[in-house]
């Protein structure tokens, strides 16, 4: 009777590296029975390559069906694997939106797959990789190369190349130019901001000062109060809006009017009366001064 199975799973490997390991497994545990053999194989299948394997053994089953027969499916169904790989070895190109490395290290990836030996390997990626770019700067550093360059240093010069061709074009890129303000406005131009009246008139004040004899904006030999009487002070040079002297007794005029009397028909109030008196005394004792 057979040991129960203790075959390592399928791990991500090749079917017919698994076949080869489920060989020695049966060898060293000296399981010679065809129905042990087939069940310890499929058992350590995954499911993708499971279903993949029963279609290969058709019209057999597991119950009829023997190691040799399985090793022959397994052949047949490689091939057609490694004839697909190839076929998408030769057709990949390189996207535009993954870096030279990260396309390196795809390619490496599926010839890898494409069972080819490591002489045939090597000389397959060279040529794919020189076929898959189209830039003069690429294409002229991979000619630069000597004849037995490896598939590492094409990867390494094309990588270089873009590079340096990425600085260039970066510095040779003009540098925005800053339109200057007096460009933006010009005087012929729509878009320049119009200045409103209400401004240019109180710009058009602010150019002379504030005169200090009549405190209007204008310049300040031009100002009327210069040659003006003040009606005040009765003083030549300034106006009796702005007067600020105090009047002196000199300055008071010599002849002084008497203010005429009101009718007896109106009657004068109080205060009137008292104010009309004072007036008479202060005029009588401004007579006296002047005839003394």
């Known amino acids: 009777m057979a040991a129960v199975s203790s075959l390592k799973r399928f791990d991500s490997e090749s079917l017919t590296a698994y076949a080869e390991r489920a060989e020695l497994y049966f060898a060293r ?3 010679v029975e065809n129905s042990d053999q087939c069940y310890d194989f499929f ?3 995954d499911p993708p390559n499971y279903d993949k394997m029963m279609k290969a053994i058709l019209p057999k089953t597991l119950k009829d069906i023997k190691w040799n027969e399985i090793l022959a499916a397994l052949q047949s169904l490689e091939k057609e694997d490694v004839n697909n790989n190839r076929f998408k070895f030769l057709t990949f190109s390189c996207p535009s939106d993954i870096s030279i490395q990260e396309f390196a290290n795809v390619l490496r990836a599926l010839g890898s797959k494409c ?7 090597e000389i397959c990626l060279q040529n794919r990789f020189m076929q898959c770019f189209s830039e003069p700067h690429i294409i002229a550093a991979l000619l630069a190369l000597k004849a037995d360059a490896k598939f590492s240093e094409m990867v390494s010069a094309a990588i270089t190349a873009q590079t340096v061709y990425d600085n260039t074009a970066r510095r040779a890129m003009p540098s925005p130019v800053v339109a200057p303000i007096s460009a933006k406005y010009n005087k012929k131009s729509s878009n320049r901001p119009k200045v409103a009246d209400k401004t240019t008139v109180f710009a058009s004040r602010r150019q002379f000062p504030r005169c200090t004899e009549c405190f209007v904006t204008h310049q300040p030999s031009s100002c009327k109060s210069l040659s003006a009487v003040c009606e005040r002070c009765k003083i030549k040079g300034h106006i009796a809006s702005v007067c600020q002297a105090s009047i002196p ?8 009017t008497k203010a005429p009397r009101r009718s007896s028909a109106l009657a004068f109030t109080e205060e009137e009366e008292l104010e009309h008196g004072h007036q008479e005394e202060v005029l009588a004792a401004m007579e006296s001064l002047t005839m003394g």
Request: net charge neutral; glycine share 10%.
């Open 29 to 31: 545990h000296k399981i």
């Open 43 to 45: 058992t350590g299948l």
């Open 115 to 121: 069972l080819w030996p490591e002489d045939g390997l």
């Open 249 to 256: 007794v000199s300055h008071v005029p010599s002849k002084v």
